[in-house]
């Protein structure tokens, strides 16, 4: 763990349905405020699945109340239950939250900021717009939605930004052209991107081949849905005779602990890479969900991210764990 992480407790003080699938909560904590922190940070919150405590993660959204948080929370469909968990919480519910921190790492003294965000990933890039609005400096915000109704937060980010907040709206046929935004960019300029893994690959793509320099391009993934169905699969360890069922609803990082091949960890988001364990074969495919490996590494299927990545079918792979010298 990176920080020093404490948790307090905070009282649901109001919450509003922002998009039809964006709830909006804000929370009350007993010690009286929020604690100082950069733009573009998150909280840890205590959420309930089905009766049992899970950890989840939410952006501070942009507010000039200091003594609450403002988190926005999208319902995902095809989850473990953390979002479903935060939906059902009712005004004056009592909720666990940790100290908020970010990780981020943007430099603030840049003079041009390009702002990218992708459906709920602006939580985090409206904080951060609003931080550089208040430097004086106009950031343009990219905004990329399905459809205008899925868009949280327009009225203040327009109000915000003005004509620096471009829409990108997919049903509308207006899908942002990252390389050109790239190339237009001037030479001091960063980026800080928050959306799906898509996304994320794209840009990532499109910031490389633009020549910039990799440590301009910021980013931060939600965790990640990957590219197929999140479906039972199965993982067998070299040398050994075991071969390990990791259910749709558990990562295989915690399928591997749980059966005592120990695989050390940090971020758990596949931005990282600490956890990244050797494959030896694949019966089936892999779905890299990480943002750690780069495209030819994840081609060639030599190394995976258990905390992120799962696979259809098994696969075999070597966590260099050795019982003997543990
Ligand atoms: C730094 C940070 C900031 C965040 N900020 C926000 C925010 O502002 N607003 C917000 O709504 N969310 C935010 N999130 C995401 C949030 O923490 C939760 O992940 C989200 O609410 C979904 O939780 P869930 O339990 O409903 O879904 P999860 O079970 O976590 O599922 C999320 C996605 O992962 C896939 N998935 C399901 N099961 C598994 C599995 N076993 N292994 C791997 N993948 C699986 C699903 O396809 C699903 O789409 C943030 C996350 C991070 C790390």
Same mark, same amino acid.
């Given at each position: 763990?990176?920080?020093?992480?404490?948790?307090?407790?905070?009282?649901?003080?109001?919450?509003?349905?922002?998009?039809?699938?964006?709830?909006?909560?804000?929370?009350?904590?007993?010690?009286?405020?929020?604690?100082?922190?950069?733009?573009?940070?998150?909280?840890?919150?205590?959420?309930?699945?089905?009766?049992?405590?899970?950890?989840?993660?939410?952006? *501070?959204?942009? @507010? !000039?109340?200091?003594? $609450?948080?403002?988190? #926005? /929370?999208?319902?995902?469909? &095809?989850?473990?239950?953390?979002?479903?968990?935060?939906?059902?919480?009712?005004?004056?519910?009592?909720?666990?939250?940790?100290?908020?921190?970010?990780?981020?790492?943007?430099?603030?003294?840049?003079?041009?900021?390009?702002?990218?965000?992708?459906?709920?990933?602006?939580?985090?890039?409206?904080?951060?717009?609003?931080? *550089?609005?208040? @430097? !004086?400096?106009?950031? $343009?915000?990219?905004? #990329? /939605?399905?459809?205008?109704? &899925?868009?949280?937060?327009?009225?203040?980010?327009?109000?915000?930004?003005?004509?620096?907040?471009?829409?990108?709206?997919?049903?509308?046929?207006?899908?942002?052209?990252?390389?050109?935004?790239?190339?237009?960019?001037?030479?001091?300029?960063?980026?800080?991107?928050?959306?799906?893994?898509?996304?994320?690959?794209?840009?990532?793509?499109?910031? !490389?081949?633009?020549?910039?320099?990799?440590?301009?391009?910021?980013?931060?993934?939600?965790?990640?849905?990957?590219?197929?169905?999140?479906?039972?699969?199965?993982?067998?360890?070299?040398?050994?005779?075991?071969?390990?069922?990791?259910?749709?609803?558990?990562?295989?990082?915690?399928?591997?602990?749980?059966?005592?091949?120990?695989?050390?960890?940090?971020?758990?988001?596949?931005?990282?890479?600490?956890?990244?364990?050797?494959?030896?074969?694949?019966?089936?495919?892999?779905?890299?969900?990480?943002?750690?490996?780069?495209?030819?590494?994840?081609?060639?299927?030599?190394?995976?991210?258990?905390?992120?990545?799962?696979?259809?079918?098994?696969?075999?792979?070597?966590?260099?764990?050795?019982?003997?010298?543990?």
């Amino acid at each position: 763990m990176r920080f020093a992480e404490h948790w307090n407790w905070c009282t649901v003080e109001t919450i509003r349905d922002v998009t039809p699938q964006i709830r909006e909560f804000r929370l009350r904590p007993d010690s009286g405020g929020v604690p100082p922190c950069p733009a573009g940070s998150h909280i840890g919150v205590n959420v309930l699945i089905d009766g049992q405590p899970a950890r989840r993660s939410y952006s *501070l959204v942009e @507010t !000039n109340d200091p003594s $609450t948080y403002r988190i #926005a /929370v999208r319902l995902a469909p &095809d989850s473990r239950g953390g979002s479903r968990g935060m939906w059902s919480l009712r005004a004056g519910a009592r909720i666990e939250t940790s100290n908020p921190t970010s990780l981020l790492d943007i430099d603030w003294t840049r003079q041009n900021y390009c702002l990218i965000a992708g459906g709920i990933g602006i939580t985090p890039i409206m904080a951060i717009a609003a931080a *550089l609005r208040r @430097t !004086n400096i106009d950031p $343009t915000l990219h905004y #990329a /939605v399905k459809s205008r109704g &899925d868009a949280a937060f327009l009225d203040e980010l327009s109000a915000m930004l003005g004509d620096r907040l471009i829409m990108h709206t997919s049903d509308e046929g207006a899908r942002i052209d990252l390389d050109a935004t790239f190339r237009a960019l001037p030479d001091d300029a960063i980026a800080v991107i928050c959306g799906p893994m898509r996304m994320l690959e794209a840009a990532r793509r499109a910031w !490389n081949d633009s020549g910039r320099a990799p440590a301009d391009l910021r980013y931060e993934t939600f965790g990640s849905s990957g590219l197929m169905p999140t479906a039972e699969f199965r993982v067998r360890l070299k040398d050994t005779d075991t071969e390990l069922v990791v259910p749709q609803n558990s990562s295989m990082l915690d399928a591997l602990n749980a059966a005592g091949f120990e695989v050390i960890s940090d971020c758990q988001r596949g931005e990282c890479g600490v956890c990244a364990v050797d494959v030896v074969a694949v019966d089936g495919e892999i779905d890299h969900r990480d943002v750690f490996f780069s495209d030819q590494q994840k081609r060639d299927n030599r190394k995976i991210c258990p905390c992120v990545s799962r696979a259809i079918g098994a696969i075999t792979i070597d966590t260099l764990y050795r019982p003997e010298a543990a």
